[in-house]
């Protein structure tokens, strides 16, 4: 009895095994949707609605991202074979869709500060034209500016990354200093940058970034006489140095 019941056991357990081996099997083999990439990649999900424009889709990794029609060489619904035989389907994150309007929000670390900036794209182009202004703290001269520049950035959108170089320049007012005697103008501020920028996979014209980039601008610092009543001389200052940051595409 004792021998019958250790039997009934061993193969109870060996039946729930393989019905969980049956189960993995038969869920990898659920009807899925595949869009084939003009560069060759292979996106899996389920297409949810399909315009001149775009196909939208779903994947219970990404959630709900966008593929540019312009992008996609072919697309076949509701199989449970990969189009190209193969075993790997990746899915990929959706590309920056830049609006005819854009804002951004960042920070940068090197230089402390913020930026609110605010671009358009021009027409037909991967140009877009913008304005930005912020805050400013330069440790080294211990004073706080207020940079306004104008700037052009280049887009470079592919299915792997959406990258941005950015020219900019302007001119830097001074906000507050924390010594009297011994403080510092600002004058012009020009700049470069490098940003990727990471895609919402819900709405792919917002986004977060990064960006990498050189920095410099002009100080001007007088030096008065004893009564403050001439200047005896200046000194003029030409500050460069690389910038790290980061924001919000909204």
Known sequence: MKMY??????LRNWFFFIGLLTSFASFGQYATDYVILTNGDVVSGKITQMNDTAVFMTSPILGDFVIKKSEVESIT????????????TPVVRPNYQMPLWHRTLGVSFNSIGSNLEIGRRLESTRFN????????????YSITTIPVEL???LHFDTTKKSD????????SFLLAHDNWNNWYEPGMVYGCDYRHVFVNRR??????????GYEGGV?????PDWWW?????????????????AGIVF
């Open 5 to 10: 019941r250790q039997l009934s056991l061993s």
């Open 77 to 88: 619904l509701n199989t449970t074979q990969n189009p190209k035989d193969k075993n790997l």
């Open 129 to 140: 034209a913008y304005i930005k202004s912020g805050l400013q703290y330069l440790p080294n």
């Open 151 to 153: 700037g052009l950035g």
């Open 164 to 171: 941005f170089v950015l020219l900019h320049g302007g001119y």
């Open 203 to 212: 709405d792919a014209r917002h986004g977060t970034y990064l960006e990498f």
């Open 219 to 223: 100080l001007k610092r007088d030096f």
């Open 229 to 245: 009543s001439q200047t005896e001389g200046e000194r003029v200052v030409h500050r460069s140095r690389f910038r790290l940051g």
